[in-house]
């Protein structure tokens, strides 16, 4: 992480106001397909980390039982509670990816941009750590590294962001023992990604 957790939740809290009317039409696409790999069913726990002005969580509420959003800035947060005020099945609070403060049952994981502030060991040990939660589908839209990107065209910001290359994500997915049933490329340099767990004799990465 090229940035401490309190410089990065300072900086969003300054961008809060703002930050749903500067987004980027990746993200909006990024986030979209979040939203429609997610499939949460109407008893399922969302756990949406990185949730920020709380777009994933909020899409998702019809579909869910629960939806839980996490976030490190209180700015982004309070921007989502406020868009949330009549939405009885979602709540946001504190939270971040390697001390996600769960819901007792989670059923799926979502993130969109969140998880590219943290170098690779941590994306590994933030994916482990999603993987101890047991549930059965983790949704990751990000800032990730399709081939090799012109660097005169960066999408992110190398003094704040460390995006991961495909290959890795992918890998740390496997390693935590998720199959890796989809990858989405939306730009060269962002994607999403999604892993599943299936309970033996219940179905395989095939059907």
Known sequence: MKRSLDEHAERFDEKAAEYDSEKSREY????????????PGADDVVLDLGTGTGTIALALADDAGQVVGRDISEGMLSQARE????VSNVTFGEGRFRAPNPPEQVDVVTSNFAMHH??????????????????????????????TPDPDEPFYDPSVDDPATVGVLADAFTDAGFAVTAVEQVHEQVGVLVGEQFESGTGSEAE
């Open 118 to 147: 943290l170098d690779d060991a941590g994306k590994r040990e933030a994916i482990d750590l999603v993987a101890d939660l047991d549930p059965r589908r983790v949704v990751l839209g990000d800032v990730m590294v399709f081939g």
């Open 28 to 39: 909006e696409i990024a986030a979209s397909l979040v939203v429609e790999h997610a499939r």
């Open 83 to 86: 868009k949330a005020q009549d």
